[in-house]
């Protein structure tokens, strides 16, 4: 299946703007953050670590991975996407 040219370019440029809004937005968290909310931050996961083990780590990359399924779909169905109407 080939896409159109202009959809393409539209839907890279669009990935570029919310890449570039998430790394905004994670500088201003740490930018925000003090050396006391970074420990705590760092113990919290060390904690997480240590009850969850690697299998429950890897349930849990296995949540992540069917959220950003999902987020990706929204984004798809947001933006009125059609394969049909974009056949070139």
Do not use: F, P, W
Not at 35 to 50: F, G, I
Not at 65 to 78: D, E
Request: glycine share 6%; with cysteine.
């Amino acid at each position: 299946m080939r896409l159109k040219k202009d959809y393409l370019s539209g839907l890279l440029e669009g990935y570029k703007k919310a890449n570039e809004l998430i790394a905004s937005e994670r500088r201003r968290r740490l930018a925000q953050m003090t050396v006391k909310d970074s420990v705590r931050e760092y113990d919290h996961l060390c904690k997480l670590y240590a009850v969850l083990g690697k299998k429950g780590l890897e349930r849990l990359e296995s949540r992540k991975i069917s959220s950003l399924i999902k987020r990706r779909q929204t984004l798809n169905n947001a933006g009125s996407i059609r394969l049909a109407d974009l056949r070139t």
